[in-house]
C-alpha cells in the first residue's frame, strides 16, 4: 500500500529553523518526481518547491527560495524541506506529495 508520511513540524519561534521529513512506502521512490505545498490558515493550498526522481532539477518558488531547501535521499525513500529564518507568515500545514500520492501534513506555527 502506497503511503507517504511527513513529520518534524512544531512549534518554531520566528528566526528559527526546521528541517521537515517525508518517508514514502509501498512504492518506488527513486522513479518519482516530489513536491512539498503549504497551506497556510484560510489559504489555498501553494506550491513551494519540486524535484524531478533524480534529484538534478528542481523548482522553488520564488516566494520561498532564499530561505527553503528541498532535497531527496532515495535509498532512504525520503525527501526534507529545510527552512531556515521561520517567519509567522510560514505558518501552516506543510504536504509532501510524491508522484501522485499525499501525505497527510505536518503542521508548522511560527510564533514567539
Known amino acids: 500500500q502506497a503511503q507517504v508520511v511527513e513529520s518534524g513540524g512544531g512549534l518554531v519561534q520566528p528566526g528559527g529553523s526546521l528541517r521537515l521529513s517525508c518517508v514514502a512506502s509501498?512504492?518506488?521512490?527513486?522513479?518519482?518526481?516530489l513536491g512539498w505545498y503549504r497551506q497556510a490558515p484560510g489559504k489555498e493550498r501553494e506550491l513551494l518547491a519540486t524535484?524531478?526522481?533524480?534529484?538534478?532539477?528542481?523548482y522553488t518558488s520564488d516566494s520561498v527560495r532564499e530561505r527553503f531547501t528541498v532535497s531527496r535521499d532515495n535509498p532512504k525513500s525520503t525527501t526534507y524541506l529545510q527552512i531556515k529564518d521561520l517567519k509567522p507568515e510560514d505558518t501552516g500545514v506543510y504536504y509532501c506529495?510524491?508522484?501522485?500520492?499525499w501525505g497527510q501534513g505536518t503542521q508548522v506555527i511560527v510564533s514567539s
Open positions: 506529495r510524491v508522484g501522485l500520492e
Open positions: 509501498g512504492f518506488t521512490f527513486d522513479t518519482l518526481g
Open positions: 524535484m524531478n526522481r533524480s534529484g538534478g532539477d528542481t
